[in-house]
């Protein structure tokens, strides 16, 4: 099993372009989670989906949008980035809602917005 | 509401020492703590969890934590460190009524002295 993967690794875009980042699951896994990481202020939730066709958002939804067509992919957009969202996106994944079961994490993705 | 604060932002110790990094949370209900480390360039592993049970929690990597209700305390511990243990540890909280989504503390930077 690959478990959580992400793609791209690395991306450079300039204000005002957009893109999508792709997250995909091989586990099977009801939940899926999209957060930011900056310096000092550890992982912040952007939006989470609770299973296939539905989102919700989380901490700091503004600015991104996200989609979840298929169980195993959750895809999160910028459709105009700005230099605020330079960071670095992880994508994670858990079994079920409503008990204490770990989330696993994607390897990231390294977003600069110039 | 819930809460999670990492005590050191950074750790050093040499090799063969003891690891102490310390957290203290807030929760309104009955909390699942985690341990995750990330080491650089990677994404979040799960070290260990507390989830009500025993309240000494022993993880990966000869790491262990214990829960004290009283002081509202999960630090974490190793006996003896080692070069591979440098990496950001981040201290979660789960709040365990009707929210699956984790708080994450600020992070502790270990760094281990050869």
């Known amino acids: 099993n690959a478990g959580v993967t992400q793609t791209p690794k690395f991306r450079v875009l300039k204000t005002g372009q957009s893109m999508t980042l792709l997250c995909a699951q091989d586990?099977?896994?009801?939940?899926m989670y999209w957060y930011r990481q900056d310096p000092g202020m550890g992982l912040r939730l952007i939006h989470y989906?609770?299973?296939?066709?539905?989102?919700a958002k989380g901490e700091v939804p503004d600015g991104y949008n996200v989609s979840r067509l298929k169980k195993q992919n959750f895809l999160l957009g910028l459709e105009s980035a700005a230099p605020s969202q330079t960071s670095v996106y992880f994508c994670?994944?858990?079994?079920?809602?409503?008990?204490?079961?770990?989330?696993?994490f994607g390897p990231g993705t390294r977003l600069t917005v110039t | 509401a819930q809460s999670v604060t990492q005590l050191d932002s950074h750790v050093s110790v040499s090799e063969g020492t003891p690891v102490l990094l310390r957290c203290n949370y807030s929760?309104?209900?009955?909390?699942?703590l985690f341990w995750y480390v990330q080491h650089p360039n990677k994404g979040l592993q799960l070290l260990l969890k507390?989830?009500?049970?025993?309240?000494l929690v022993k993880g990966i990597n000869g790491f262990e934590a214990e829960f004290k209700k009283s002081e509202t305390s999960f630090h974490l511990t190793k006996p003896s460190a080692h070069m591979s243990d440098a990496a950001e540890y981040f201290c979660?909280?789960?709040?365990?009524?009707?929210?699956?989504?984790?708080?994450f503390g600020t992070g502790t930077r270990l760094t281990i002295i050869p």
């Open positions: 994670a994944s858990s079994p079920r809602a409503g008990a204490p079961y770990e989330q696993y």
């Open positions: 586990m099977n896994h009801e939940y």
């Open positions: 989906s609770v299973g296939e066709g539905t989102t």
């Open positions: 929760s309104s209900y009955s909390p699942s």
């Open positions: 507390y989830t009500s049970a025993a309240t």
């Open positions: 979660v909280v789960h709040s365990n009524f009707g929210n699956e989504k984790l708080t």
